[in-house]
């Protein structure tokens, strides 16, 4: 089965903002280590919290107004919205 087709049940939108990181050509291998071991690695801790760590460890200030929601939370915002309320 396809896990791209059963990621999201609810309204696809997308996102009105995004981030971006850049490392240097000698940390290519920590990265790619670190994308292979992503899936085990967010079962200890979530993208949310381990993408703050980023935030801070580089320094970006952030308002937690503007940082991703899971799934779930932006769907019942979705409807609430829609819903006049």
């Given at each position: 089965m396809d896990k791209q087709a059963t990621f999201n049940n609810g309204r696809f939108s997308w996102q009105?903002?995004?981030?971006?990181?850049?490392?240097?050509?000698?940390?290519?291998?920590?990265?790619?280590?670190?994308?292979?071991?992503?899936?085990?690695?967010?079962?200890?801790?979530?993208?949310?919290?381990?993408?703050?760590?980023?935030?801070?460890?580089?320094?970006?200030?952030?308002?937690?107004?503007y940082i991703f929601q899971p799934v779930e939370e932006s769907r019942d915002a979705f409807l609430r919205n829609a819903d006049g309320g």
């Open positions: 009105e903002g995004y981030s971006a990181f850049s490392y240097s050509k000698s940390h290519v291998m920590q990265v790619v280590k670190y994308i292979e071991t992503q899936e085990e690695h967010h079962k200890k801790k979530t993208f949310i919290d381990e993408y703050k760590t980023i935030l801070k460890k580089f320094d970006v200030e952030f308002d937690e107004r």
